[in-house]
């Protein structure tokens, strides 16, 4: 027995000593986190309003503003990259676990200085340079949804975590890219600029997109962006850096409760926006169903340029906006109106029936000429593409 089971040892070792050696001695490697005083040291410091981090704020304000007002994605990432707003939004939350006050101040007073800068940069930055124009950059941070939230929370659980590990505290930069804060906080100093003198890349008017009030809107929207993306952050590090050992749960208790009470005021707008989001798709499901449900009368063949979603009271108002092939038959305008009517009352009773709420849709539809072109194959004679030039030196060689 004991000659089998020293052989059995062996054999383990034989097959371990191989496994190393294939693998070059890969085992997991569950790292430890920070020391309470190390830990402490990092927060504090990141909480300090030093001129380094005024100074790559400024740095990143400016960037960013010239990268949504050029409509330029590179230039909106670097800027996530540089700012440093990431720092004093952990140190707040890990002094709420902690019950420093004395920390939470100096972290709310380093976070609200430096929102106020970003917003007033980007509020001069836009106005000396005068534009008018809301590319979709802007545009796209205006309408945040519960799909913000969540990432902001993802995000949150992140940085937190990446702060407490030295192998991985380079990877705020990409948690920087995955959250972003001082973009939404550019747009809002860029829609206070504005106004009411805002337009979209096309020149229409901001209310076709459900912006009444123009910039002010724009403002409004993407700090709500920002204020998603802040409260998600704090929440879910306070619950990372606490299931890490730091802080007690009794103590961070008040501090996560005012945290609770203060995004609930931001979920309604949150859920609107997102159930916005949910009837675009129910309305592109239907106009990819419905020719084949009723292809008498819907031919499937178009294309839908933008769909607007908004509410008017407890009405919810759809408009469809696209372009059409005109008709192979010759028919009057009157016709075309009584045809494009009855399209849209039934497509309306079914987006009523899908969407089991009040609605109206408005369908604006420009018909057009369609032409269609092909391409040929290898075995076509290519003096037809030649010009008159080539053609008759061409010729020419021919005769010779």
């Known amino acids: 027995m004991a000659i089998q089971k020293n052989s059995k040892e062996n054999g383990k070792e034989t097959s371990l000593s191989k496994w190393y050696k294939f693998t070059a001695g890969w085992k997991p490697y569950i790292e430890d986190p920070l020391s309470l005083e190390a830990i402490d040291e990092v927060m504090v410091g990141a909480s300090i309003p030093a001129f380094s981090y005024y100074f790559m704020l400024l740095l990143s304000a400016i960037i960013a503003t010239l990268g949504l007002l050029s ?3 590179p230039a909106i990432i670097g800027a996530m990259i540089i700012a440093p707003l990431m720092g004093p939004i952990i140190s707040l939350a890990y002094s709420i676990d902690i019950f420093d006050w004395k920390l939470s101040r100096r972290s709310i007073l380093t976070i609200v200085t430096g929102v106020l800068l970003v917003v007033f940069v980007s509020y001069i930055s836009t106005r000396l ?3 008018r124009i809301a590319g979709s950059e802007i545009l796209s941070r205006t309408s945040p949804t519960l799909l913000d939230l969540g990432i902001a929370m993802a995000a949150g659980a992140a940085a937190a975590f990446s702060y407490t590990r030295k192998s991985i505290i380079n990877s705020i930069a990409g948690v920087a890219i995955a959250v972003a804060l001082v ?13 009411r003198l805002a337009t979209t890349e096309a020149g229409l008017s901001l209310t076709e997109l459900g912006h009444y009030s123009g910039g002010v809107d724009i403002a409004k929207g993407s700090f709500i962006l920002f204020a998603t993306n802040l409260l998600g952050i704090i929440f879910v590090a306070c619950l990372i850096l606490l299931s890490q050992g730091y802080g007690q749960w009794k103590k961070a208790g008040i501090g996560l409760l005012v945290v609770l009470v203060t995004s609930v005021t931001i979920i309604d707008p949150l859920q609107r926006a997102l159930f916005k989001l949910s009837v675009k798709s129910e309305v592109l499901a239907l106009l990819v169903s419905l020719p084949n449900k009723i292809p008498h009368m819907y031919t499937g063949a178009g294309r839908v340029d933008a ?33 494009l009517q009855n399209i849209t009352d039934v497509f309306q ?16 539809i420009i018909p057009v000429d369609w032409i269609h072109a092909r391409s040929g194959d290898d075995h076509l004679d290519p ?13 020419d060689s021919k005769d010779k």
Do not use: C, R
């Open 183 to 195: 973009p939404p906080l550019t747009v809002t100093g860029i829609g206070l600029a504005y106004g």
């Open 307 to 339: 769909i607007h979603v908004n509410y008017q009271g407890d009405v919810l108002h759809v408009d469809i906006e696209g372009i059409a092939p005109k008709p192979k038959v010759e028919i009057t305008k009157q016709e075309m109106e009584n045809s």
């Open 383 to 395: 003096s037809g593409f030649l010009e008159p030039e080539e053609q008759n030196d061409d010729s």
């Open 349 to 364: 009773q079914h987006l009523k029936q899908k969407l089991n709420t009040a609605v109206i849709v408005e369908i604006d």
């Open 71 to 73: 409509n330029s994605a």
């Open 129 to 131: 340079i005068g534009l």
